[in-house]
């Protein structure tokens, strides 16, 4: 079968080209005896308008971005999934663009976007991310961004995220209420608000307990998993082993069962850990893994759905706002 | 800043927008001197071409989709690392769509493909998959189609897999190895190839070993999740609990613990369990998850070189060829 074009639509009810166009546009010049004509033979024949040409008309693409590190991870697959959901009611595709943790990658990324192939961008930064000006320009071009999870501070935008700082608080917290006095944090960037946010919290909840808090107990980790494992394993192996771990992210605490086992190291009774994480397995890790969940699904929802509402208001520069859901801690064996 | 445009730079250059087009096109209508001028202008101001315009005029949207069912899912995220790699290396973008196992979106999706929005696919079929018409219409508009994992035997062109019938025999030649008389396999769709050869390599081991199979021993899986659950639950209940099983799916084989875990089951004592799976922490599982590990990764790495070594020739039909990988069978303390 022939593609079915405009022009043979046209072509086959005797009309011209634009009075077709115009008809599926819905425009007050068209009949609606003749858009009724036009509408049930576009139907009958599966006409499908070509998305480009449409495009560039409706300077509308259909279609959002989503800028994130990673997806081989539970936090971000639900985040996607709640994203799609939303982008799906909406008669949206999602674009994801992995950066793998580089900023080189995440600002080619929005170099490229930044003429009209998207409607809108949602975003969770890389943890690289430092310099912000290709952020900058990505507002300068007024496509609307919402950032998730790992916002840009400094940009005025709707930001979704948890409450990263009692989340911190409370993980502490909940290691000291277990007997815990030498506690580490595991960071994974120290660029990114939220792990500044966890990180407070951590120091807070020592000092209100009138427990020391040294700079050597936090173990900035980075995107080499290698790295990391070493350096964990080098925490794990000194004279200071701490008796608790509150890890930031869901695959440093797993880099932590997998040293304790290297090192023979027994969880809970000789340390506890504690880690944010999504991780469908926590429940079955031995032990099982005590957790910071966060409403990850939820968290794409409510991001994907800021954005939406910004194209029906066809507001291109969003107001600055906070958006925070709740984590929970949920207790397992790891800190029993 | 205002958009970079043909004609600002025509504007600046004091020259026609065309003779800029062309410049900037390398047309050797245009003298050497002229597109040493325009290019350097462009780079200079960061000039990016609208991506819908030349898509129309190149008919090529530098974009390839991804459809599959499901990334909260170790195996299909690590794929789509391996298929994004290869992207970035040829200056593509990926376009990833979920199918949640629906028939329905899955047609959907490719209906809106088929007008060039993308230049190829890259599929794994969802669970419902049965008619394929749609997969015919995609193949008719000259889009080439890849397939991966779940493909669709009915369609010529590439297809990657691993090695399903083999590792379905082992895992269950293995289960007999450690003792199982009565084992039972967890189906997750009868439509797809690879379920019927992980299957059908199942039946035969039992044959080759003169043990029983019974039509009752697989239990077919869906979508539904607390369906699947109940359905693991029934088995394990039942006065023929089995003493193996031998899990298709990831998702299935955690489903297993679970239900274990409620019915106090004890893993391998009373069951041993092995599945196909990508999970990180399958070791780390109580007890550890023995699998059929699937090299994820390279399957989404060599999809992709298929469909971009199409383009390179300018072959939209892809010749019918299976490219077969080796999963590993990792045996772990789930069949001790």
Known sequence: MDQVTLKSLAKELNLAVSTVSRALNDSYEISAETKEKVHSLAKKLNY???????????????????????????????VINGIEEIAQENGYHVLIYLTHESHQKEADFIRHLTNGRVDGVLMSLSGETDDISHLQELKNS????????RICERLSTV???????????????????????????????????????????????????????????????????????????????????????????????????????????????????????????????????????????EIGKQAASALFQSFRKKQLVLEDKKIELLSELIERDSTK
Not at 49 to 76: D, G, H, Q
Request: glycine content about 4%; charged content about 20%.
């Open 159 to 297: 930001k979704v995220t948890t409450n990263d700082y009692e989340s911190g608080y409370q993980a502490t917290q909940h290691l000291i209420n277990k007997g815990c006095k030498q506690i580490s944090y595991l960071a994974f960037s120290k660029n990114l608000s939220i792990d500044q946010k966890r990180r407070q919290g951590y120091i807070d909840a020592l000092k209100d307990n009138q427990l020391l808090f040294r700079e050597d107990m936090v173990i900035n980790c980075g995107n080499d998993q290698e790295d990391n494992y070493k350096k964990i394993k080098t925490l794990l192996s000194s004279s200071q082993v701490p008796d608790g771990i509150f890890a930031s992210v869901e695959l440093l605490a797993i880099l932590c069962y997998e040293v304790c086992r290297e090192l023979e190291l027994n969880i809970p009774g000789k340390i506890k850990i504690i880690g944010f994480s999504n991780l469908r397995t926590a429940s079955l890790l031995h032990p099982s893994l005590s957790t910071i969940t966060q409403p990850a699904f």
């Open 142 to 149: 007024n496509i609307p961004v919402v950032f998730f999870d």
């Open 48 to 78: 499908q308008p070509n998305p480009y040409a449409s495009s560039l008309r409706k300077r509308s693409s259909n279609t959002i971005a989503v800028i994130l590190p990673e997806i081989a991870n539970n936090f971000f697959s639900l």
